[in-house]
Nanobody
């Protein structure tokens, strides 16, 4: 059974930092694509960043480029989202999701497995 477990969310002031973790277990293949999505109240789920564990290629949407960074710990099957210079607009529930490979865009329908989400709240 594939499981993704997020952790690391919390409340910070604007300009602060958080590191989200996504621990993957039970997936058959040794390489995969992990994406981070976020959803604010009343808004659609938005793809934020993705990482291919095969070649560590990453992609970020413009609004987080230069502030957010993804990394992986292969030994721990864990992928991270390092979030710096957080802004109030970053407030949302953050989800990690997994698919066998990364596609060009970060769209929810392309991902097969999801975590339960972790809340990030940024106060100004």
């Amino acid at each position: 059974q594939v499981q993704l477990v997020e952790s690391g969310g919390g409340s910070v002031q604007a300009g602060g930092s958080l590191r989200l973790s996504c621990a993957v277990s039970g997936y058959t293949y040794s390489t995969y694509c992990v994406a981070w999505f976020r959803q604010a109240p009343g808004k659609e789920r938005e793809g934020v960043a993705k990482l291919s564990t095969a070649n560590v290629a990453t992609y970020y949407i413009d609004s987080v480029k230069g502030r957010f960074t993804m990394s992986q710990d292969s030994a721990m099957n864990t992928v991270y989202l390092h979030m710096n210079s957080l802004q109030s607009e970053d407030t949302a529930m953050y989800y990690c999701a997994l698919h066998k490979y990364c596609r060009q865009w970060i769209r929810p329908d392309d991902y097969d497995y999801w975590g339960q989400g972790t809340q990030v709240t940024v106060s100004s």
